[in-house]
């Protein structure tokens, strides 16, 4: 961990501010996510986690504060730098988000429309698909629609998709909800396995305390829309602070 | 006081939607013109509005023409005026009756079904999920579909006025014994360039409200899978009175260029 601290953050947020009219979500958020680490944020429902995490990739616009990844201010990015600086992130979605109209292929065809170096030659693409999708094991779901898969196969669907461009930060938004606990070891067993294969630096959004045990290398807990306590997983259970045990009970 | 408050925050609300509206309508002329250019999911959304409309739009238009033959003849005939028959209908059918029903027609099928794709694709973060992986999202899923309906509509219109005039011509044959040739002779020689130009501008009109509203509602609906429902509902609704609207002033334009 100490080695990881001395370098410079691959994504950064300072003071981060979100309002929604009278309801303050984040009250100046700050955390730091450094290369190769699993940080985990825990926080109640309706903690402000997500509205973070989709400020951190531009679909939210933030009231306050600093947003740097591999060290860009994301706010006074065009929206051509932005989208190039997202190739750079993976990002899992709560629900999959797959998208329902398209064969499992399409989905992942479709973040590299954008890339002519991989689009260029069709077998190209084709190479990099199965690839992604061999990494998590549902090769043989190629053609399939996403209506036609399970929760847990939607949920790698939905991460080969966000692994296609080989990106070096992934953010992870609840990968474990909504799974039944065995489908939810292998997410996480998954997720382990990509951090190794890929080398990237994850930042997961989560209230599953076995998915934060398992995968965290460091925690921010979000209480009020501030950082409420930091630490390893093992310093944060030893805590006697009652907000804090209430997490883990 | 009560009943004040609400008429006022309902015209309020009603001003703040139109406003939206119009942003939206900016934003797609802003996008339109620049790169890159989502041709193919341009010309797929051209063939799912126009293809699958077809049997719709013909049914509809085929049904028109003969019930609306068969509604006018005793009328015409009380005059002795059934020989103006073929003249009335096409008039009628190419300049107002075609283009609104089957405007009509397509806010109800194109209108929701764009209503309901984009407002479910917005509550299951599919549009999220667009935008990270860098694709422009109201790029690819709404100026293609404005697009597609503003260049689809003239099209099917076109198409359910033919149908619907050979549902007269065969009405006209088998209670008047008039030929298909002679009910033709006579719709095109009653026909002016001022009836079809009119009736063909307002058609692409009429195909930018379907879209707009119906991509508007889909890609700002809120409040979960009851929200896609009112998102598809209200496109619908807004739609149909956005068309009679823009019929109006089409029809006040159209008499001061063409005297109709």
Known sequence: MKTMIKEEPVLELKNLYKHFGNNKVLNGFNLQLYKGENLVVMGKSGSGKSVMIKCLVGLMQADGGSIRIKGQDITSLGQRELDLLRTEIGFLFQGSALYDSMTVRENLYFPLRRHAHIMGREEEAEKWIREALANVGLEHAIDLMPDELSGGMKRRVALARALILKPKIMLYDEPTTGLDPITAKEIIQLMRAIQKTYGTSSLIITHDVDCARVISNRMILLVDGVNYAEGTFQELTQSSDPKIKAFFK | ?260
């Open chain 2, 1 to 260: 006081m009560n009943a004040t408050f609400k008429i006022s925050s309902k015209v309020n609300l009603f001003f703040t939607e139109v406003g939206d509206v119009t942003f939206f309508a900016i934003r797609f002329f802003k996008q339109v013109f620049t790169r890159p250019f989502e041709t193919k999911e341009f010309l797929r959304q051209c063939y799912l509005m126009g293809n699958r409309s077809l049997l719709l739009v013909g049914v509809t238009g085929f049904i028109l023409g003969l019930v609306f033959t068969l509604q006018s003849r005793p009328t015409l005939m009380e005059f002795g005026a059934q020989s103006w028959m073929p003249s009335m209908i096409s008039i009628s059918i190419v300049r107002e009756i075609g283009p609104v029903i089957t405007a009509l027609i397509c806010a109800g099928r194109i209108g929701s079904g764009i209503g309901a794709e984009l407002g479910s694709m917005r509550v299951t973060e599919q549009i999220d999920a667009m935008e990270v992986s860098g694709t422009n999202p109201f790029k690819y899923l709404v100026v293609t579909r404005i697009l597609a309906t503003t260049l689809m509509l003239p099209l099917l219109i076109i198409f359910g006025d033919a149908i619907a005039l050979v549902g007269s011509a065969i009405v006209e044959n088998l209670k008047g014994a008039v030929s298909f040739q002679l009910y033709f002779n006579q719709v095109f020689e009653a026909l002016a360039f001022s009836d079809i130009i009119p009736a063909t501008v307002k058609s692409f009109f009429f195909g930018f409200a379907i879209g707009l509203i119906g991509c508007y509602k889909g890609y700002n609906c809120n409040k979960g899978t009851v929200g896609v429902g009112e998102a598809s509902n209200a496109a619908v609704v807004y739609t149909s009175m956005l068309l009679f609207v823009i019929d109006f002033i089409a029809v006040f334009v159209s008499d001061i260029f063409f005297e109709i």
